[in-house]
């Protein structure tokens, strides 16, 4: 990714985290998984018998679902990016809808780091920015090693 048109002249990174692609492998394997049984259930229904069709068409349809979500986490990790500066934080994620938002190092308040077990165990988490100017804080998804990334932001 071309981080040149987030950054003033003269301005240089100290620190790039980008988001990990584990999220998309493992909703890759839930899409496979309710694809294959539906497949299964499909082709070994024998003279469209009831029950293997009902299970086959929510198995379709938990495949179509998580083929949607595959594809929404695979825009968001693909687009995924924080960079520290020597003067700010500066957060970008979207594909279809872009969002840019960065916060002066001098102006945060607090680091809130989330992460689901699946998360502590690969290496990845969500990381919220919080500043004195914003009420909730900047949230980005995914961020490999949340806590390296914590480390790099100076302490107030």
Do not use: H
Not at 101 to 122: A, M, N, Q, W, Y
């Amino acid at each position: 990714m071309n981080y040149e048109k987030f950054l003033k002249k003269d301005e240089k990174i100290n620190y790039a985290a980008k988001a990990s692609f584990i999220p998309v492998f493992t909703s890759g394997i839930a899409f496979a998984i309710f694809l294959v049984l539906a497949i299964i259930l499909f082709t070994s229904a024998v003279s469209w018998e009831a029950p293997a069709i009902v299970f086959g068409v929510i198995s379709s349809f938990l495949a179509f679902v998580e083929l949607l979500y595959l594809i929404q986490t695979l825009g968001l990790v693909a687009t995924t990016c924080i960079l520290i500066t020597e003067n700010r934080a500066i957060m970008c994620y979207g594909l279809l809808k872009s969002v840019f938002s960065e916060v002066p190092l001098d102006k945060i308040s607090g680091v809130t780091i989330k992460e689901s077990l699946f998360g502590k165990i690969c290496g990845y988490g969500d990381i919220i920015i919080e500043s004195s100017a914003t009420t909730s804080g900047v949230k980005v998804k995914y961020i490999k090693a949340p806590f390296e990334l914590k480390k790099n932001l100076p302490e107030n």
